[in-house]
């Protein structure tokens, strides 16, 4: 597709199911970036992938964050055991890795998620 | 690490009239990039304008523009004429040229334009 797309755009858990995010980045973005964005707030980094190399699990806030990226494509964000603290907008981005003008981030729409 | 501070929650202006939105950041790198993003109310977060560190010329996307200040470490937003569709949060990012792909982002402006 044309951009980033992210599924599904709304999801609702009851707290402690287990829920799995999904991210398909644009064609040829090495780079795969998840963010948390709060009611209101600014985004907060989650995790940040970059073709083979190791991921970048630094602002994972628990071990049941989790995410992988299979085939240097799409990418699923799985967040175990939900508790009401995780409701939020999870946002994906990607971006080439190294190009001209700083290669910036495109980003899905997101998926809101509500822990009741 | 970088911190990106953007002072001002909340924002609003007139239509047709011009707004500006400050930024400003924390590094002792002398390459990076610098960013404004805009989020509708849609979600879809949206460049705006995108400004290299190297570049003395202050970028300019038709109505939008920034004031960049290196030494300031500023990077200001300038919205001329402005619409009812520029109403929307604006984030500031920040980005390394050289040490890794790690973005930082300000805590966003929430800008009202009034009819």
């Known amino acids: 597709g044309a951009g980033v797309s992210q599924s599904p755009s709304n999801k609702v858990t009851e707290k402690g199911k287990d829920v799995e995010l999904r991210c398909d980045p644009i064609?040829?973005?090495?780079?795969l970036y998840w963010y948390r964005q709060s009611l209101g707030q600014g985004l907060e980094f989650l995790i940040y992938?970059?073709?083979?190399?190791?991921?970048?699990k630094s602002g994972l806030p628990s071990d049941r964050f989790s995410a992988e990226r299979t085939g240097g494509s799409v990418s699923t964000l799985t967040i175990q055991r939900t508790q009401q603290e995780d409701s939020a907008v999870y946002l994906c981005?990607?971006?080439?890795?190294?190009?001209?003008?700083?290669?910036?981030?495109?980003f899905g729409n997101g998926t809101r998620l509500t822990v009741t | 690490a970088q911190t990106v501070t953007q002072s001002q929650p909340e924002m609003s202006v007139q239509e047709a009239e011009t707004v500006t939105l400050s930024c400003t950041y924390d590094?002792?790198?002398?390459?990076?990039?610098l960013f404004w993003y805009k989020q509708p109310p849609s979600r879809q977060m949206i460049l705006v304008i995108r400004q290299e560190a190297y570049k003395q010329q202050n970028a300019t996307e038709n109505r939008f523009s920034v004031n960049f200040q290196k030494a300031a470490k500023s990077f200001s937003l300038k919205i001329s004429d402005s619409q009812l569709g520029d109403a929307a949060m604006y984030f500031c990012?920040?980005?390394?040229?050289?040490?890794?792909?790690?973005?930082?982002f300000g805590t966003g402006t929430s800008l009202t334009v009034i009819p």
């Open positions: 992938f970059q073709g083979n190399s190791a991921p970048d």
């Open positions: 981005a990607s971006s080439i890795s190294r190009g001209p003008g700083g290669s910036p981030l495109h």
């Open positions: 064609s040829g973005h090495t780079a």
């Open positions: 590094t002792s790198e002398s390459d990076y990039y």
């Open positions: 990012a920040y980005r390394s040229r050289n040490t890794g792909n790690q973005f930082y």
